[in-house]
């Protein structure tokens, strides 16, 4: 049986010892409403008291309604420090600016300028940026590269979505963010899951035990291998060699 008290305590010690190294006054992390985001702000939060949870609504309906109602609801619940920053009418001026874009290029456009606003705050206020991504997330690639995939730390780097359930389930966090659809709020109606193709309790069963329908496998080894160049650092020239 998985000791969650001990996960607790190793994943808390992880951040203290990160915080004293770094002579930071605090940890910042983009509370989107979600689970990972939610368990990420309750390890931030027992680590470090001056932990800010920022919500970053952006041209997206979800992010204006359940996604604040749940991030403001765990925030209290969790006594963690709440701020909204709207980001529409940003996201709306680029996008005006800059001209006609592919369609393929609009859903990143969001996290992007989550994390330009998240660092921002967190240079002027003595900060480091806590990353929410999963496990499944990072072997998918379903992560914005330079959005959502940028942070100073991540403690819940090596769980999978699955793990990350059962992590709040034990921690005691608010229902509606346990129950609720996996969603970036990238666009309207959009849902991890639909966008994959595949769910996430596939996808682990995958990561965890190797085990896959051969549909699956064909979706997961697509998307692990079209995201390679996420999770590796950028190429540069090394005029040594």
């Not at 989107?32 to 949870?53: E, Y």
């Not at 920053?85 to 996290?111: C, D, H, M, R, Y």
């Not at 992560?143 to 942070?151: E, L, N, R, V």
């Not at 359930?165 to 129950?179: D, N, Q, T, V």
Request: charged share 20%; proline share 5%; aromatic share 8%.
């Amino acid at each position: 049986m998985r000791d969650y008290q001990k996960e607790t305590d190793n994943r808390v010690k992880f951040i203290k010892d990160l915080v004293a190294t770094a002579k930071v006054d605090g940890i910042i992390f983009a509370n989107s409403g979600g689970k990972d985001a939610a368990l990420v702000g309750i390890l931030c939060k027992m680590a470090c008291d001056n932990t800010l949870g920022v919500s970053l609504p952006c041209n997206v309906s979800r992010n204006y309604e359940s996604d604040i109602d749940d991030a403001v609801l765990f925030s209290k619940q969790s006594n963690i420090p709440h701020k909204t920053i709207s980001l529409t009418s940003t996201f709306k001026e680029l996008t005006q600016t800059i001209g006609p874009l592919a369609a393929a290029a609009l859903p990143n456009i969001a996290p992007r300028l989550r994390m330009t606003t998240i660092y921002t705050i967190a240079n002027s206020e003595n900060r480091l940026v806590a990353g929410t991504g999963n496990r499944s997330e990072r072997y998918t690639g379903y992560f914005t590269k330079w959005g959502d995939g940028a942070f100073d730390f991540n403690p819940i780097a090596d769980l999978t979505a699955t793990e990350v359930l059962e992590f709040l389930r034990y921690l005691g966090a608010p229902a509606s963010i346990i129950e609720k659809p996996p969603s970036a709020g990238l666009y309207e109606g959009q849902t991890d899951e639909t966008e994959m193709g595949i769910t996430y309790a596939a996808l682990d069963n995958f990561l965890l035990t190797g085990q896959v329908s051969d549909h699956d496998a064909i979706i997961i080894n697509r998307m692990h291998g079209a995201s390679h160049h996420k999770r590796k650092p950028p190429v540069v020239y090394d005029g040594s060699m």
